[in-house]
């Protein structure tokens, strides 16, 4: 199986999905095929005032469903909150996830 990321960005906000796909793909096959779904997709909205992000999953189910592509199942993930101080607990206090803290008690006893 072959990797391959999809997704956007902005100033704000981002996602991506990775899917995997039987056949390899060079970077152009896949970004012809992308931006064709993407395309048939847009047309079905019948606006000229969508962006990517609102079609985006719908691009990505389309892959899935009519290229052969899969989503990637993962073994495991590391994913937290990034803006809060590592060591400050009290950073972004009650937004902190229970992993950030981990991390936190982890480097302070390290120094220890």
């Known amino acids: 199986m072959y990797l391959y990321n999809i997704g956007y960005s902005s100033p704000e906000e981002s996602e991506y999905i990775q899917l ?6 060079s970077k152009q096959e896949f970004e012809k095929i ?3 779904s993407a395309a048939n997709i847009f047309d079905k909205e019948k606006t000229d005032d969508t962006n990517f992000q609102d079609i985006f999953s719908e ?7 009519n290229f052969g592509f899969k989503q990637v199942d993962f073994e495991a ?3 937290i909150f990034g803006w809060p101080n590592i060591i400050d607990k009290n950073d972004w206090k009650g ?10 008690d982890l480097i302070k006893n390290r120094k220890k």
């Open 20 to 25: 995997c796909h039987k056949d390899k793909l």
């Open 95 to 104: 937004q902190r996830d229970e992993l950030l803290d981990k991390l936190s």
């Open 34 to 36: 992308v931006m064709n």
């Open 77 to 79: 993930e590391f994913s």
């Open 59 to 65: 691009v990505v189910e389309d892959l899935i469903k």
